[in-house]
Nanobody
Framework: QVQLVQSGGGSVQAGGSLRLSCVAS????????LGWFRQAPGKEREFIGA????????YYADFVKGRFTISRDNAENTVYLQMNSLKPEDTAVYYC??????????????WGQGTQVTVSS
């Protein structure tokens, strides 16, 4: 199994930036990638983007591409979500999760604990 521990998040005004971190431990050698998801109150969880574990290639949902960037520190098994030009509609709980297979590239199984991001206007 894989264990994920998140840090970062907080409150920021519209137009500001935040950087979230996710540290992975355990059996990561067989996973496809590490993804980021978010869930706003009263809404379904939605996929943000992911990084392929072996190649570090990234892919994103259309609604965040260009503002959010996913990167990885290989030595520390840490994945980052850099969020710029934040909007009030970005307010949500943000999660990192293991993406287990290329067959389902926008689904997660093992999850971090989540962190709140609040963007004020």
């Amino acid at each position: 199994q894989v264990q994920l521990v998140q840090s970062g998040g907080g409150s920021v005004q519209a137009g500001g930036s935040l950087r979230l971190s996710c540290v992975a431990s355990g059996r990561t050698s067989n996973i496809f990638g590490l993804g980021w998801f978010r869930q706003a109150p009263g809404k379904e969880r939605e996929f943000i983007g992911a990084i392929v574990w072996i190649s570090s290639r990234t892919y994103y949902a259309d609604f965040v591409k260009g503002r959010f960037t996913i990167s990885r520190d290989n030595a520390e098994n840490t994945v980052y979500l850099q969020m710029n030009s934040l909007k009030p509609e970005d307010t949500a709980v943000y999660y990192c999760a293991v993406v287990p297979s290329a067959a389902t590239p926008r689904e997660g199984d093992y999850w971090g604990q989540g962190t709140q991001v609040t963007v004020s206007s």
